[in-house]
T-cell receptor, first 115, second 117 residues
Framework: AQSVTQLDSHVSVSEGTPVLLRCNYS??????LFWYVQHPNKGLQLLLK??????LVKGINGFEAEFKKSETSFHLTKPSAHMSDAAEYFC?????????????FGSGTRLLVRP | DGGITQSPKYLFRKEGQNVTLSCEQN?????MYWYRQDPGQGLRLIYY???????QKGDIAEGYSVSREKKESFPLTVTSAQKNPTAFYLC????????????????FGQGTRLTVV
């Protein structure tokens, strides 16, 4: 089975401290992986993507993620949280099905940033 | 500016009514998708279309219908058969991923919040 698991439904950090949002995937082939961010009542915005190039991927707003094939992980990090980072984050993996790729979403992690 | 537009932003439906949610994109993308999002849950795929005049059911298609008469447009109708339609609906588009080596990301609209009154 091919799937994606976000290990924490909620993460709370203080402003200025590091952020770690965890994502593990299951895939029978080398996948493409994405992180999206969603602010309340908004659509999803792409933060970064991994498509088999460099394993350390840099995204927007200071976020980055590292693809670790041995651990089947794609954790999202940021050195210093900002209040504006408070949002819901989705890890997404591709799935080959019915002659095309489909995006499979994790259940999301809500990031809370304390002043 | 290129993008994907959903309308309306908020929609209210009476019991037993059909309503149609609009989704338009000017990104020249072949593939379009409809997702449903419920509180505390991820996105679930309702329908998707890889090409004009063709579409496939996703994981939760019951009670919904779509059409794809133009490349730019992929409207979703929530029918009276959908027993629990209150949710946040997101439309997305991407390049055609059929046979591509590296799937590309999807671009999302701002969503439509549907409430049954």
């Amino acid at each position: 089975a091919q799937s994606v698991t976000q290990l924490d439904s909620h993460v709370s950090v203080s402003e200025g401290t590091p952020v770690l949002l965890r994502c593990n995937y299951s895939s029978s082939y080398s996948p493409s992986l994405f992180w999206y961010v969603q602010h309340p009542n908004k659509g999803l915005q792409l933060l970064l993507k991994y498509t088999s190039a460099a394993t350390l991927v840099k995204g927007i707003n200071g976020f980055e993620a590292e693809f670790k094939k041995s651990e089947t992980s794609f954790h999202l990090t940021k050195p210093s949280a900002h209040m504006s980072d408070a949002a819901e984050y989705f890890c997404v993996v591709t799935l080959w099905m019915d002659s095309s790729y489909k995006l499979i979403f994790g259940s999301g992690t809500r990031l809370l940033v304390r002043p | 500016d290129g993008g994907i537009t959903q309308s309306p932003k908020y929609l209210f439906r009476k019991e037993g009514q059909n309503v149609t949610l609009s989704c338009e994109q000017n990104l020249n993308h072949d593939a379009m998708y409809w997702y449903r999002q419920d509180p505390g849950q991820g996105l679930r795929l309702i329908y998707y279309s890889q090409i004009v005049n063709d579409f496939q059911k996703g994981d939760i298609a019951e009670g919904y219908s779509v059409s794809r008469e133009k490349k730019e447009s992929f409207p979703l109708t929530v029918t009276s058969a959908q027993k629990n339609p209150t949710a946040f609906y997101l439309c997305a588009s991407s390049w055609d991923n059929q046979g591509e080596s590296f799937p590309t990301e999807a671009f999302f609209g701002q969503g439509t919040r549907l409430t049954v009154v």
